[in-house]
């Protein structure tokens, strides 16, 4: 949930977040390859710096609630977006944080998307982050698709993977995931 707060300031939204999906867009994050202990709640604030035309900056102060303690989280975010073509568009992220856990650290991404109709997209998304806690780069690429069937019905594929580059350049999976979704009480 990404909620405005208009009495405080048209500014300021309160986080309540899966912590893969705070970092941006939760389509190109997976479960896959990650175990329970990971997948935890953040709840905070952000705050819009700045947001002209397609860039943003923003920030924000959250805390992954989990039985092993709280770990709080400072984080300052560019994102740029440039439409290519009238079905195709680029997205720069630029992130700068620093976590109790993994100390301080940047992650970059890059995404391109095509939209083949108005029923489907197609995301090619790359992420590299180094941190303090990190030997040297963790890495993850995928390719995304998404297809609407019906006003109830979507799938959704990726072909991935993700890794480290040090001591040496791995992958440490390469995945396939599908998922269907069908509403059934709106």
Known sequence: ANVSLPRLSDRVRLLISRDESI?????FDSDIGRGDD???TRLGLRLLLSET???QFDADATVKVNSGGLNPRARGRFRHVQELTETTLARWTQTVFWERDDGFGTS???DWEWLPNSLALVRLTGRGTVSEASDGIDWRTGLVGFRQLDRKTAIR???GAFGFTSPE??????FVNFRFRRAVLR
Do not use: N, P, V, Y
């Not at 970092?23 to 389509?27: F, I, N, Q, T, V």
């Open 38 to 40: 990971e997948e935890q």
């Open 53 to 55: 035309g397609k860039t």
């Open 169 to 174: 350049f791995e992958a440490e999976e390469i």
């Open 23 to 27: 970092e941006g867009d939760g389509a």
């Open 157 to 159: 594929s990726e072909l």
């Open 108 to 110: 970059s991404r890059a």
